[in-house]
């Protein structure tokens, strides 16, 4: 395992919309093992491949419940509705608030292809938007409803 650089924002791969994974091989092992290491190594919650370089369509997500690897996400049902502030390891320093659902269904696949389902509510839910978000380029700053400064960061409801 290795630590990737982490892009930041103003690159253009940012604003990218990201390819399916067709294969799953070593080559996309190595790829979600690094990210795993990147997101702990950063102290974030989720990372997504186009933050270190790949338009690929893969997410790593821990919000303390243990690490998730999603390939080819897609947000399938939500409900509710939060308000809160996020950040994100491309944009360093910089925090908005930010409208997402409470709860969401995703399904993905793991790293051998197999399908599956997850469901998060609160944190999980946003990281799940979050990072979805960055597989098409989007960044939170694109829906936040204001900036705000790092001593107004809230944390997220749970």
């Known amino acids: 395992m290795a630590i990737r650089n982490i892009v930041k924002e103003g690159d253009d791969v940012l604003r990218k919309n ?6 799953f091989n070593e080559r996309l092992w190595t ?9 702990y190594d950063a102290n974030g919650v989720g990372l997504a491949a186009p933050q270190v370089g790949i338009l690929r369509r893969v997410v790593v997500i ?4 243990g690490l998730m690897e999603l390939i080819n996400p897609a947000i399938v049902k939500t409900a509710g509705m939060q308000e ?15 409208r997402r659902p409470m709860k969401v269904r995703v399904k993905a696949q793991d790293r051998y292809g197999k399908v599956f389902e ?3 509510t609160g944190l999980l839910a946003r990281a799940f ?3 979805i978000d960055h597989l098409s380029g989007k960044l939170f700053k694109d829906i936040a409803i204001r900036m705000i400064a ?9």
């Open 62 to 65: 821990d919000v303390g419940e």
């Open 18 to 23: 990201c390819r399916t994974v067709v294969d």
């Open 129 to 131: 938007c979050h990072e």
């Open 118 to 120: 997850a469901e998060g």
């Open 84 to 98: 809160g502030s996020e950040g994100c390891l491309s944009s360093p320093g910089e925090y908005g608030v930010v």
């Open 150 to 158: 790092p001593d107004e960061m809230e944390p997220a409801e749970e």
């Open 31 to 39: 790829l979600l093992d690094d990210m795993a290491e990147t997101m």
